[in-house]
């Protein structure tokens, strides 16, 4: 009996001298676990987020350069404007409106340059197939570059022709002024690949759409700023101005040496009020 309760108070002493030692590695033991549990969570977080993108979408981001792209302004006469002589020429020939408000414009002495000064003139302005001059004057900034065969001006950003006196037709529903520096779309020309976007799969999602009778032909067209009538110049695909496109959130991961950091305060702790009691 004496040999064995002297065994056990070797033990018990053993436990007492080496407490500290024996918490601080079941506290670093924890913290590990703890630190592996954690970034398993994030890693599997990261996945979940991520969704697979079809190529077709990652190569219309790829049709077109930046140098091709063109605002265009409401009630343009020309809608995209033009930037050169055969812009206006094909314009004009593509467009009776556009034919129409040119009558009196030499084309063939046409130019482009900049304006020296700022200028408050009346513009003509379009709506589906009438043109109209603005009643108030519109103020064209310094700079601004603009087409002339001498004589008469036209803003080369939307085919609007400048007058320094007031002109008719005037609308009733003359549009207010601040619209007119608004761009409402960017142009996007698709490059000739010779592969239709009919032809692109798309990804299978196991969403089936409801039957419907309603047919794509009974859907009445939206008239847009716009008019339908647009030079050859424009292309048949449009993109907004601005896209915005979110960041993906990193989750930070926490540091081995933070969460054996808090193991040991804890430690110290417990142990002060071990020792109070």
Same mark, same amino acid.
């Given at each position: 009996?004496?040999?064995?309760?002297?065994?056990?108070?070797?033990?018990?002493?053993?436990?007492?001298?080496?407490?500290?030692?024996?918490?601080?590695?079941?506290?670093?033991?924890?913290?590990?676990?703890?630190?592996?549990f954690v970034r398993?969570?994030?890693?599997?977080?990261?996945?979940?987020?991520?969704?697979?993108?079809?190529?077709?979408?990652?190569?219309?981001?790829?049709?077109?350069?930046?140098?091709?792209?063109?605002?265009?302004?409401?009630?343009?006469?020309?809608?995209?404007?033009?930037?050169?002589?055969?812009?206006?020429?094909?314009?004009?020939?593509?467009?009776?409106?556009?034919?129409?408000?040119?009558?009196?414009?030499?084309?063939?002495?046409?130019?482009?340059?900049?304006?020296?000064?700022?200028?408050?003139?009346?513009?003509?302005?379009?709506?589906?197939?009438?043109?109209?001059?603005?009643?108030?004057?519109?103020?064209?900034?310094?700079?601004?570059?603009?087409?002339?065969?001498?004589?008469?001006?036209?803003?080369?950003?939307?085919?609007?022709?400048?007058?320094?006196?007031?002109?008719?037709?005037?609308?009733?529903?003359?549009?207010?002024?601040?619209?007119?520096?608004?761009?409402?779309?960017?142009?996007?020309?698709?490059?000739?690949?010779?592969?239709?976007?009919?032809?692109?799969?798309?990804?299978?999602?196991?969403?089936?759409?409801?039957?419907?009778?309603?047919?794509?032909?009974?859907?009445?067209?939206?008239?847009?700023?716009?008019?339908?009538?647009? %030079?050859?110049?424009?292309?048949?695909?449009?993109?907004?101005?601005?896209?915005?496109? %979110?960041?993906?959130?990193?989750?930070?991961?926490?540091?081995?040496?933070?969460?054996?950091?808090g193991g040991l305060?804890?430690?110290?702790l417990v142990r002060?009020?071990?020792?109070?009691?």
């Amino acid at each position: 009996m004496a040999y064995v309760r002297k065994r056990v108070a070797r033990r018990r002493s053993f436990f007492r001298k080496h407490r500290g030692i024996i918490l601080l590695a079941a506290a670093a033991a924890i913290c590990v676990a703890v630190f592996f549990f954690v970034r398993d969570l994030s890693d599997t977080s990261g996945y979940t987020a991520r969704v697979p993108v079809p190529r077709a979408v990652h190569s219309a981001a790829r049709f077109q350069p930046a140098k091709l792209e063109r605002v265009v302004y409401p009630y343009s006469v020309i809608p995209g404007g033009v930037y050169n002589r055969e812009e206006l020429i094909s314009s004009m020939s593509n467009d009776k409106v556009v034919a129409s408000h040119f009558a009196d414009f030499a084309v063939n002495r046409a130019k482009v340059v900049k304006l020296q000064e700022t200028k408050h003139v009346h513009v003509s302005y379009r709506i589906k197939d009438q043109v109209f001059w603005t009643s108030k004057k519109v103020t064209i900034p310094e700079g601004e570059s603009i087409i002339t065969d001498g004589d008469e001006i036209v803003r080369t950003r939307c085919g609007n022709r400048v007058s320094a006196t007031p002109q008719v037709p005037v609308s009733e529903f003359e549009p207010a002024l601040e619209t007119f520096d608004i761009p409402v779309l960017a142009r996007l020309d698709m490059p000739e690949t010779g592969i239709e976007l009919s032809d692109v799969p798309l990804p299978e999602t196991g969403l089936e759409l409801p039957e419907t009778a309603l047919e794509i032909s009974q859907i009445p067209p939206i008239d847009p700023f716009v008019p339908i009538q647009r %030079p050859r110049v424009l292309p048949y695909y449009y993109r907004p101005l601005f896209v915005i496109r %979110p960041e993906a959130t990193v989750v930070p991961e926490p540091a081995t040496w933070t969460l054996l950091g808090g193991g040991l305060v804890a430690l110290i702790l417990v142990r002060r009020l071990r020792r109070r009691k």
